[in-house]
């Protein structure tokens, strides 16, 4: 880290050393100007004493406009970011407790699960949570709220909105600690990716229902494709009649028919799942 980032005024502690070394740097140098110049003359010395004062209100007082006012500007721009973040309506906030209650949530709430924030805060959040996915996800809040580690977590948590739908999010979440170091909750930025999970959970089911068609249907293919191969190989190296090989060019035929079959079947099936 540079020293100029170290000591930046976009902290309250480099506030108060400037305005420290401004002051005392005026109190001394003036003073040594004063003794200097005047010497025994109380009378303008005082004088001076005065204008000084005054001066050193008004420099001290415009120094403190400009830090003050370029800490508001950053702020108020890191706001102005945190605002245009959140009024996307996929991104939101909230903040738990250690009993697992909200204790802040950003208004975009709605947007997702149909609830505002006002309806939400008080609230525990495995209030929304589908039954089928509460013993799931109160494990895992636990386990969270359990840890020692200082690490930021990621978690896919299970929502139920206002209309009884599943709402998935993803939440980029870290733990909250108190004076003492015990842990009073965590805070976490999330996202809906209903969408996204339903459609990979969708591929996933599609596949394994197209794997395990290949797998039973697979039988159906090796048997007249094994006799295909056989006649072929007879036909190649065995001196036969022409009475035998017309019967097992029947045969080829009729294996190949059925080879026909097999995968039409498969393909007519692989198909309807990949329709459905």
């Given at each position: 880290m540079s020293k100029a980032k170290i000591f930046s005024i976009n902290q309250p502690w480099a506030i108060t050393i400037v305005y420290m070394f401004v002051g005392i740097n005026w109190i001394f140098f003036s003073d040594i100007l004063i003794s200097n110049v005047f010497n025994d003359d109380i009378q303008e010395m005082s004088r001076f004493q005065m204008i000084k004062g005054s001066l050193y209100v008004l420099l001290t007082g415009l120094l403190l406009y400009y830090l003050i006012k370029s800490l508001y500007d950053q702020v108020n721009g890191r706001t102005q970011e945190l605002e245009l973040l959140f009024t996307n309506p996929n991104l939101g906030i909230f903040k738990i407790d250690e009993g697992g209650y909200f204790t802040h949530v950003s208004p975009n709430i709605i947007n997702i699960i149909g609830y505002t924030d006002t309806e939400i805060v008080g609230k525990k959040l495995i209030d929304f949570t589908p039954e089928e996915y509460i013993k799931e996800d109160l494990s895992l809040l636990d386990k969270i709220l359990q840890s020692d580690l200082d690490e930021?977590?990621?978690?896919?948590?299970?929502?139920?909105?206002?209309?009884?739908?599943?709402?998935?999010?993803?939440?980029?979440?870290?733990?909250?600690?108190?004076?003492?170091?015990?842990?009073?909750?965590?805070?976490?930025?999330?996202?809906?990716?209903?969408?996204?999970?339903?459609?990979?959970?969708?591929?996933?089911?599609?596949?394994?229902?197209?794997?395990?068609?290949?797998?039973?249907?697979?039988?159906?293919?090796?048997?007249?494709?094994?006799?295909?191969?056989?006649?072929?190989?007879?036909?190649?190296?065995?001196?036969?009649?022409?009475?035998?090989?017309?019967?097992?060019?029947?045969?080829?035929?009729?294996?190949?028919?059925?080879?026909?079959?097999?995968?039409?079947?498969?393909?007519?099936?692989?198909?309807?799942?990949?329709?459905?």
């Open positions: 930021a977590f990621i978690i896919n948590k299970h929502l139920q909105n206002k209309k009884g739908e599943l709402v998935i999010i993803e939440m980029h979440g870290i733990l909250l600690n108190d004076k003492t170091g015990n842990i009073k909750g965590f805070i976490t930025a999330f996202q809906n990716i209903t969408k996204q999970e339903l459609f990979l959970h969708t591929l996933e089911n599609k596949n394994k229902q197209l794997q395990e068609i290949a797998s039973d249907q697979s039988h159906l293919v090796r048997a007249p494709l094994a006799r295909i191969l056989g006649i072929i190989e007879l036909l190649q190296t065995v001196d036969l009649k022409s009475s035998e090989k017309t019967d097992l060019i029947k045969h080829l035929k009729n294996s190949g028919l059925e080879l026909d079959e097999a995968l039409k079947d498969i393909s007519g099936k692989m198909s309807s799942k990949a329709g459905n």
